[in-house]
Nanobody, 126 residues
Framework: QVQVVESGGGLVQVGGSLRLSCVAS????????MGWFRQAPGKRRTFVAT???????IAEESVKGRFTISRDNAKNTMYLQMDSLKPEDTAVYYC????????????????????WGQGTRVTVSS
């Protein structure tokens, strides 16, 4: 069982920045694929960005150039640096972990992840 805990959400003005963190338990964190998803009020959960065990990344089109995903294997932590925030970025952000068969694959579908955090809320005010 992998424990997943997000932090770093909050209230920020348009154009501001936040950095989300996700800590995942386990001795083989460096082998995990990690992802960020978000769910806006009244909408379904959608993909934001992912990073694989080889530090390959991919991000959803609307956040490219504004959000940066990274990981620190020594700290069992993944990050999402969010800059130039917009009101449409308002959502609960979830961290997702996949531990099996990762390799260089970049996983963008929510149902490919095994473990999830409880979410951290981001509100961007105009």
């Amino acid at each position: 069982q992998v424990q997943v805990v997000e932090s770093g959400g909050g209230l920020v003005q348009v154009g501001g920045s936040l950095r989300l963190s996700c800590v995942a338990s386990g001795r083989t964190f460096s082998d995990y694929a990690m992802g960020w998803f978000r769910q806006a009020p009244g909408k379904r959960r959608t993909f934001v960005a992912t990073i694989n065990a080889s530090n390959g990344t991919i991000a959803e089109e609307s956040v490219k150039g504004r959000f940066t995903i990274s990981r620190d294997n020594a700290k069992n932590t993944m990050y999402l640096q969010m800059d130039s925030l917009k009101p449409e970025d308002t959502a609960v952000y979830y961290c997702a972990v996949r531990t099996s068969g990762v390799g260089r694959t970049l996983y963008i579908m929510a149902d490919t992840y095994e473990y999830w955090g409880q979410g951290t809320r981001v509100t961007v005010s105009s």
